[in-house]
């Protein structure tokens, strides 16, 4: 399994669309676990941080490939992605990914 994670610093004033996008990937979760079927992704996961006034959201995924999930996910098979991909777009700040970089992944057997 690979494994990535990263930061995607949030615009201004875009709290609202970030609850959009949590309820709407809640609401739909068998279309967003069919999306992970398809790019062969065992956890993805979400979280909301604030640094320094800024605020962020932190995300985590486990895949078999990570190149692999970027690819699936850009063909947007399922309508979840294409919402997915343009909310992202609308809340994103310019230069605001920020990739981690990997250091160690304890996976339970």
């Given at each position: 399994?690979?494994?990535?994670?990263?930061?995607?610093?949030?615009?201004?004033?875009?709290?609202s669309?970030?609850?959009?996008?949590?309820?709407?990937?809640?609401?739909?979760?068998?279309?967003?676990?069919?999306?992970?079927?398809?790019?062969?992704?065992?956890?993805e996961?979400?979280?909301?941080?604030?640094?320094?006034?800024?605020?962020?959201?932190?995300?985590?995924?486990?895949?078999?490939?990570?190149?692999?999930?970027?690819?699936?996910?850009?063909?947007?098979?399922?309508?979840?992605?294409?919402?997915?991909?343009?909310?992202?777009?609308?809340?994103?700040?310019?230069?605001?990914?920020?990739?981690?970089?990997?250091?160690?992944?304890?996976?339970?057997?």
């Amino acid at each position: 399994m690979e494994y990535a994670s990263g930061l995607i610093k949030l615009k201004p004033e875009t709290e609202s669309k970030v609850e959009e996008w949590k309820n709407t990937i809640s609401s739909r979760l068998n279309e967003a676990a069919a999306t992970l079927q398809d790019e062969e992704v065992q956890i993805e996961s979400w979280f909301k941080i604030e640094i320094e006034g800024c605020k962020y959201l932190l995300w985590y995924l486990r895949a078999k490939s990570i190149k692999r999930v970027f690819e699936v996910s850009m063909k947007l098979k399922h309508p979840i992605d294409k919402f997915h991909y343009e909310l992202m777009a609308e809340i994103t700040a310019e230069d605001g990914n920020i990739l981690a970089e990997p250091l160690i992944d304890i996976p339970r057997k």
